[in-house]
């Protein structure tokens, strides 16, 4: 399917940023450009809203992250973590997502899913049978539900340019750990220098 772009069209873009984050720390071991994925994801459309879905740590030091998305022009929304009696967290902001996206989307003409959760299908069939909007994707191919390109118009595979999307090794190999595995802030300190690498 052809998809048209063009600079007047009225865009969204919708980050799941743990979604891309895990990503790309499980198949690079690096971190992910959201300045570049914006970019690209806009390509040069008329960007209406930009919003982050985060999720906080115990330790509450996002901040300066927070900050450096706003300075691209990237809105956040956080929830926080979840920690159940027996030790089990959860972090999820999908209904969030939707719910914005679907709310949003009378004021936009294409709307942008930053994820490869399939979990997302059912929004992208609404949004493009109820709301007459074009819906696209951007995410690690190599993890991205399958069924999620087919629903889409449109699929950015950040896989093709992993080294254009990524701070830090690109090509594989390991980094040094900032700290013992498990470690709940360990995530946080690495969004905190990507967010001021990319600035």
């Known amino acids: 399917m052809t998809v048209i772009k063009h600079k007047e069209q009225r865009v969204g873009v919708f980050i799941d ?12 071991h690096a971190r992910v450009n959201f300045g570049a994925v914006l970019k690209d994801a ?40 979840q920690i159940f009696a027996g030790g089990s967290k959860k972090a999820d902001w999908d209904v969030g997502l939707a719910v914005d996206a679907i709310k949003i989307a009378p004021k936009l003409d294409a709307v942008i899913i ?8 059912p929004l992208v069939e609404y949004l493009r049978t109820n709301m007459g909007c074009q819906v696209e994707a951007a995410s690690f191919g190599k993890s991205t539900s399958s069924k999620l390109k087919e629903a889409v ?21 390991s980094r040094n750990p900032r700290g013992p595995k498990g470690q709940d802030n360990s995530d946080l ?6 967010a001021g690498e990319v600035l």
């Not at 930053?114 to 299908?121: C, H, M, N, P, Q």
């Not at 300190?189 to 990507?194: F, G």
């Open 153 to 173: 118009d449109d699929f950015i595979d950040l896989d093709d340019n992993p080294r254009k999307y990524l701070l830090g090794q690109a090509g594989g190999g």
């Open 17 to 28: 940023t743990q979604n891309l984050y895990h990503t790309a720390k499980n198949l690079y």
């Open 114 to 121: 930053v994820s490869g959760d399939g979990d997302f299908i």
């Open 42 to 81: 806009v390509a040069g459309r008329n960007l209406i809203r930009a919003i982050a879905y985060v999720i906080t740590t115990e330790a509450g030091d996002e901040r300066a992250f927070f900050e450096a998305l706003t300075k691209m022009g990237i809105e956040s929304k956080t929830k926080d973590l």
């Open 189 to 194: 300190a690495d969004m905190l220098k990507e």
